[in-house]
């Protein structure tokens, strides 16, 4: 039996999968491991990556190659996105990876992420009929997708990551103000593109991935049990932001019971989706626990077998 192991790299956390693929193709995760590493706080603020937050980093890798070795993992690819594409300095954190553990990243663009995404999501998830929007709420950018008839038709990325917007809502005189104005033109640029491509901005079916949009599932939605896709309606998300809105980042943490480096972006996530939501009228929200190392795990064993998809 094949095993594989992906890393994604992103501007919020850094996060490894490994999985086995199976005679029929499909691929069991059988490890998942969850690296709060924000590299996107230095690379949006500073264009820079810091020494103690590429030392963190390093460490990190360290963690996911021994549990690579300890797997005995057969290839191993790992992505980078949008934090370390503006860190002027992402040289040298890939330099020490590769040196110290043998893990080449590839930095990829928006085009890569949501090819990865739309993989991913199609292997969880019956896309085939009708039309989709699949989103992706990272921590430096937002990555949109359109489907029709399960095939990718066309992809945006918008710089509306929730670490990116945490720091404009941080600024002490017009962040919130200048917050909501982006997350309009951002909301009024969708329309646009959303009527362009189809002919109109009603969707089927609205997808979002992304460790924000399955905290929002958590909070808001159903899920019926670990591996399950959970749903969200409108007026509960529209129920939870009017919480997280009463809430200061201690509430969000004792009270929602949400981890330090979820508290944080959790609002800007919510307000962002809420938005994308209204453009498509869409009235749920429909989060199949994927992302893009399970997109990255799929590229890999389809490289090995006609037909992969998740256990």
Same mark, same amino acid.
């Given at each position: ?40 706080? &230095? ?84 896309? &085939? ?6 989103? &992706? ?16 038709? !066309? ?15 941080? !600024? ?75 809430? !200061? ?11 330090? !480096? ?42 090995? @077998?006609?037909? @992969?998809?998740?256990?």
């Amino acid at each position: 039996m094949t095993t594989l192991a992906a890393i994604d790299v992103g501007s919020n956390a850094m996060r490894l999968a490994i999985g086995e693929v199976l005679d029929n193709g499909r691929v069991n995760v059988v490890e998942t491991v969850r690296d709060p590493v924000r590299l996107g706080q &230095d690379a949006f603020s500073q264009g820079r990556l810091s020494p103690p937050i590429i030392e963190r980093a390093v460490e990190g890798f360290r963690t996911f190659h021994g549990l690579i070795k300890s797997y005995q993992v057969e290839q191993t690819a790992a992505i980078a996105t949008s934090a370390m594409r503006e860190a002027g300095n992402s040289g040298d954190l890939l330099s020490r990876i590769r040196g110290e553990t043998g893990i080449h990243v590839e930095v990829i663009g928006g085009a890569e992420e949501a090819r990865l995404m739309h993989l991913a999501v199609s292997r969880k998830l019956d896309i &085939d009929k009708g039309e989709a929007m699949l989103v &992706d709420i990272g921590g430096g950018s937002v990555e949109l997708v359109l489907t029709s008839e399960g095939r990718l038709i !066309d992809s945006r990325s918008y710089r509306l990551g929730t670490v990116r917007m945490l720091q404009v809502l941080s !600024d002490g005189g017009l962040g919130p103000e200048r917050f909501e104005q982006l997350v309009r033109e951002v909301a009024r640029e969708v329309r646009e593109w959303v009527t362009d491509v189809l002919g109109h901005n009603l969707i089927g079916l609205f997808v979002g991935t992304g460790g924000n949009v399955e905290t929002i599932g958590d909070l808001a939605g159903r899920r019926p049990g670990k591996k399950a896709t959970s749903f969200a309606q409108a007026g509960d998300i529209e129920q939870m932001r009017a919480v997280l809105e009463e809430l !200061d980042y201690e509430g969000r943490r004792y009270k929602l019971r949400l981890r330090d !480096d979820r508290a944080d972006v959790i609002y800007p996530a919510t307000v962002v989706v809420q938005a994308l939501m209204n453009v498509v009228w869409a009235p749920t929200l429909v989060i199949p626990r994927v992302g893009l190392r399970e997109g990255l795990l799929a590229d890999m064993a389809m490289r090995r @077998a006609p037909v @992969a998809a998740y256990a």
